[in-house]
């Protein structure tokens, strides 16, 4: 099967500061592709520089196969790459269902005025919530009466009706509770099932083990390479992520609770 | 995992009353039946609801109207505009200056004045979006430079700071009939034919009724109102309006162009308030360097009422247009009551402390926050 992006040796640097010094990673459709590493590891800024946030300084990124040079994030949305950032992906005071085609609004002419087609927008809305099990009292429902659990799957829902092949999930279970994450992980796995690529950015372990079907972990701008499922175990994967033996020490103190 | 399709037992279902409550114009239409209900019963008979008492207010209100249809769009963007008030004074003196003292023709001097009055709220919209500052600040500086031109510029050319002569330059113009006269004059002789509203009976104007026809005002406000309405609540656009409003982050990596979507409200409200400054030279005929004053705080205060968040993100342009038809009800009301005009200030300060601890309620009951 053939990737659907292929990262290749991508290096950037912001002044004297190397943030990426040269990272290769494959995604492919169908699987969910986590991506660990702790705060500075890099995480954030491989992931902008895959949705067009960011140019890489070197390194070629292939999309299908074919070179892409993205110039913002609209290219890359255009692409089929989207992205869900943690706290900036719902507009809470707005409903769900004008929130959901917020930048794709459906439009409907009538009398010659071109007109937001909100019949369309609502029972759109409602299919795809129930699609991805929630319920709501209705589509004019404000998003700030969402858990934030919720609120991650609708824009994940969103992402996905409007084409995404790539999926990136920008530390989705970081602010959530056991049973919002639970929420969330449930519906990376039915994305995936649908063959998006889905890439999951988290630093915490326990998660990404839930879901994850490859695991890159990323330290100071580098990766430490791949592991598939089942290769790996979570303590190792938590010891990579900590750079090896201060966590140990760590761990030691705290009883094997971290 | 598996029970995520059922529905969170804890939340309860919205009652119908708590339903209504989140709906921005409720506010609105409950303060328009308290003060009708409260004028008439104390100021039934004074002559306030009669047809020229009716046109006073409504023309009163509609002017209000104009300029908070602008400043509720614009604030449900996200943004201020505190430069309408000093926008309608130089905007006015702009068409005294061309149309009197350059004597071009009155069409021209008026859409020169819209040129460039829109062309200051473009200027206003693109220093707040590139420089990040707060609109407040931004269009502050504006409110003191476009003042300060409109005092300037007269006592330059003309040595004094109200130039007349309008009305007649503006005679048999084909665009000054649009924000001057009045329209349904022949309904209104009818009217008063059959004696529904009362006629001069001296003068040379005996025989013509009290009200000659609706004017261009309101016919502008009402023209506005529906066409706001119309773009927030049913057009894509208005949902970037809510978007850049609510959180312009968010909505930029939606890809709404949040940037534009600002600028234009800025330059919408700079044409509100020019609409504004025509139809009222053209009523007075003259232009002063002192119009407008406070004008801005007025618009916003309508929007507050008619429960726009000043936070941006939520809003009406019925309620906005409901919050101007209050204030003018109130502040001509309190003259046909016989009551002190003064309190009519006193009035505007609590009615808005009031419509802003309603809408911070609302705002909760709309996000869930506690």
Redesign the interface.
């Known amino acids: 099967m053939q990737p659907i992006i292929q990262m290749n040796d991508i290096q950037k640097h912001f002044g004297s500061v190397i943030a990426l010094a040269g990272v290769t990673i494959d995604f492919y459709p169908g699987e969910c592709h986590c991506l660990l590493g702790d705060n500075g590891a890099g995480k954030s800024t491989f992931i902008k520089t895959m949705s067009g946030v960011h140019k890489p300084t070197s390194g070629d990124i292939l999309f299908e196969g074919q070179p892409m040079h993205f110039a913002d994030p609209r290219d890359a949305i255009a692409a089929g790459i989207a992205t869900v950032y943690q706290d900036l992906a719902m507009i809470p005071l707005m409903s769900v269902s004008r929130n959901f085609f917020m930048g794709n609004e459906p439009i409907r002419t009538k009398l010659g005025l071109r007109l937001f087609d909100h019949d369309h927008a609502n029972q759109t809305t409602m299919n795809e919530m129930r699609k991805m099990g929630i319920n709501l009292r209705g589509p004019d429902q404000a998003v700030g009466t969402l858990s934030g659990g919720e609120r991650q799957t609708v824009a994940i829902a969103r992402a996905v009706h409007f084409g995404a092949k790539v999926l990136i999930l920008d530390e989705p279970t970081s602010a959530l509770g056991v049973r919002q994450t639970a929420n969330v992980l449930a519906t990376v796995d039915k994305v995936r099932a649908q063959g998006i690529s889905v890439v999951f950015i988290t630093h915490n372990v326990r998660h990404a083990m839930a879901v994850g079907d490859r695991f890159t972990v990323l330290n100071r701008g580098k990766t430490y390479g791949t592991a598939n499922k089942g290769e790996i175990t979570p303590e190792e994967l938590q010891d990579m992520m900590a750079g090896g033996e201060e966590l140990a020490t760590l761990e030691g103190s705290l009883g094997g609770t971290v | 995992?598996s029970d995520?399709?059922?529905?969170?037992e804890r939340?309860r279902?919205?009652s119908k009353l708590r339903q209504a409550m989140?709906r921005p114009e409720l506010g609105g239409i409950v303060g328009t039946v308290a003060v009708f209900t409260f004028f008439i019963l104390f100021a039934g008979n004074s002559g306030m609801f009669n047809a020229q008492g009716v046109m006073n207010w409504s023309t009163v209100s509609a002017q209000f109207m104009i300029i908070a249809v602008g400043a509720c769009l614009l604030m449900i963007a996200g943004e201020f505009d505190l430069s309408v008030g000093s926008m309608i004074g130089f905007a006015g003196m702009m068409i005294a200056v061309f149309g009197v003292t350059l004597a071009w023709p009155m069409w021209l001097a008026i859409l020169t004045t819209f040129a460039i009055c829109i062309a200051f709220g473009a200027l206003n919209g693109y220093i707040v979006v590139r420089t990040g500052l707060p609109s407040f600040i931004v269009t502050l500086a504006t409110l003191f430079i476009l003042r300060g031109f409109t005092i300037f510029i007269p006592q330059t050319l003309e040595r004094k700071t109200i130039i007349g002569g309008i009305r007649e330059a503006a005679e048999g113009d084909w665009i000054a009939p649009l924000f001057g006269g009045t329209i349904f004059r022949g309904f209104f002789q009818w009217l008063g034919d059959i004696g529904a509203i009362d006629v001069f009976t001296r003068g040379n104007k005996a025989g013509q009724p009290v009200v000659d026809g609706v004017p261009m005002l309101i016919v502008w406000a009402i023209g506005l109102v529906i066409i706001g309405h119309?773009l927030l609540t049913?057009?894509?656009f208005?949902?970037w309006i809510?978007?850049a409003g609510?959180?312009a982050?968010?909505?930029r990596?939606?890809?709404?162009p949040v940037n534009r979507v600002k600028i234009q409200m800025f330059m919408f409200t700079a044409f509100c308030a020019t609409v504004f400054a025509v139809c009222q030279v053209m009523e007075f005929g003259s232009a002063g360097a002192d119009r407008g004053l406070l004008k801005e705080f007025e618009a916003i205060i309508a929007v507050v009422i008619g429960g726009a968040?000043l936070t941006g993100?939520?809003g009406s342009v019925i309620g906005a247009a409901l919050g101007a038809l209050i204030f003018g009800v109130v502040q001509q009301g309190l003259f046909f009551a016989g009551v002190e005009s003064s309190l009519f200030r006193v009035f505007l300060g609590v009615i808005l402390l009031l419509a802003v601890i309603l809408n911070t309620y609302i705002?909760r009951l709309?996000?869930?926050?506690r």
């Open positions: 995992m995520i399709s059922q529905t969170d939340v279902e919205m989140i119309i049913r057009t894509r208005g949902n809510y978007a609510g959180d982050q968010a909505a990596y939606a890809g709404v968040l993100g939520y705002r709309i996000t869930g926050e």
